[in-house]
């Protein structure tokens, strides 16, 4: 196996657990991919991912795993999330019923999103979020309530993402019954096998990165780090595998490395493949975690942070208050504000100086909060290849390119590039993955 993110470790350990000789290859000095937690002065902050969310596939892979138990759930206070609207945080409602009364959509927008179960079936073809979203509920809600959740889970753009990838249930709620409302309403109605989710927002105790360690470790010694794979050779029933300390031999081989990586490493042999994986493209995103006075803020740190979108003019993707989520993030007298900038609104980011980024992060937290002094940046960590963005049509590209696997050794592929991008898409893909691979032995 190669690569130790979210999606390989949970391969690993699958493979491991139904007792196969599994060796984990990764690059980097220690395992975890973007699940990083760092510790210093007092804080415990995320470099990469903040939180995930507990829908059925991965929770069925973290019990399986014996994981379960190393989670915790984000404080309920911290439930309520915020918009920028003109300067303001205006809570997001937590049922369709808080739209009535929200300022978030005007009269008409609400009114056009009364009409959906009413809105003609689409002409089945693949579109973008913008086309889907604005054709089924609306211009006002793809631009007012759409677009920033795009920009906190993708820091990515509608007009490029594709609506099937995004929201896979929602598209097959209009493809099954003919409206959102619909099939909403039928799927609860349908009693179902597949597991259920746990509502709310996830970590580890120790954070995110303590979940990958204790994953790695469960690994013992068939992970082995510092150990970038230079290049993979089908070879008869085998595949070849070079690293800088030699040649591994495998009968099945599960890549589980980005988008970028995979391309190259399946460039001389598996050419479609690799054209799929070269053709994925990434948004930057530079996530700089503060050490916050709340004194000093006019408004109050609470809930679980504030998305703003582009109509704002300000460069600031949005804030998350990781000390309201988890217990222990932050000393007494301090939060711990993780702001996220970059992205398609500011794709320099990653490159600009550290003075440019924090300014502008500055300038952002004093609009949303109005914080003018009282914060401290912990760090500022660059992600040039933060998340991948699948476009119009990605399901049926990956879809293909996985029925083309048939000939050869056997080769799986796992990540956030190919089933979706939150950490617990990234863990169900490995899990899957490392099933398929089990199925076909
Ligand atoms: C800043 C940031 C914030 C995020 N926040 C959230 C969040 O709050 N919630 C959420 O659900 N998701 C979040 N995400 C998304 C989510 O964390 C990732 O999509 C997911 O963790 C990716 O997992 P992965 O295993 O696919 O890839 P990665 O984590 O990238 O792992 C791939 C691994 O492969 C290794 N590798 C690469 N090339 C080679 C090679 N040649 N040989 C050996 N090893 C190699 C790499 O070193 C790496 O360890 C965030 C992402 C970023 C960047």
Redesign the pocket.
Known sequence: M?????????AGRTLAERGRDVHV????PR?????QTERRDGFVY????????LTGAPLAFLREAGLEAALVAASPASRERFLLQDGRLVPVPLGPLGFVTSPLLSVGGKLRLLREPFVRRGEGGAESVAAFVERRLGREALERLVAPFLVG?Y?GDEQQLGAEAVFPSLVGYERSAGSIVGGAIRSRLRPTAAPTGVAGSWSAAGG?GALAEAMGQALGERLHTD????GIAPDGAQWRVE?DRGEWRARSLLL???AP??A??LASHHAELSELAAAIAYAP???VPLSVDPSAAAHAIEGFGFLVPGSEGIDLLGA?FMSRLFRNRAPADRELVVA?IGGRRWPGAVEADEGVILERVARGLERALGLRSGLDPLEV?R?P????QPAVGHPGRVARARAGLAGGPRLEL?????D???????LA??HAAAKRLLDRA
């Not at 190669?2 to 949970?10: C, E, R, V």
């Not at 290849?385 to 991948?388: D, L």
């Not at 979706?420 to 990234?426: P, R």
């Open positions: 190669i690569g130790a993110g979210a999606a390989g470790l949970a290859l990764e690059a980097a395992a975890g991919g973007v699940l995320e470099r990469g991912a903040n939180t995930f969310r889970v820091a995110l150990l970038p794979v230079r690293t589980a490395v980005p990586a995979a190259q490493l995103m530079v996530a998350l996220m960590i992600w290849q933060a998340v991948p796992a990540g956030a590039w190919l979706g991008v939150s950490v617990g898409d990234t893909s490995g």
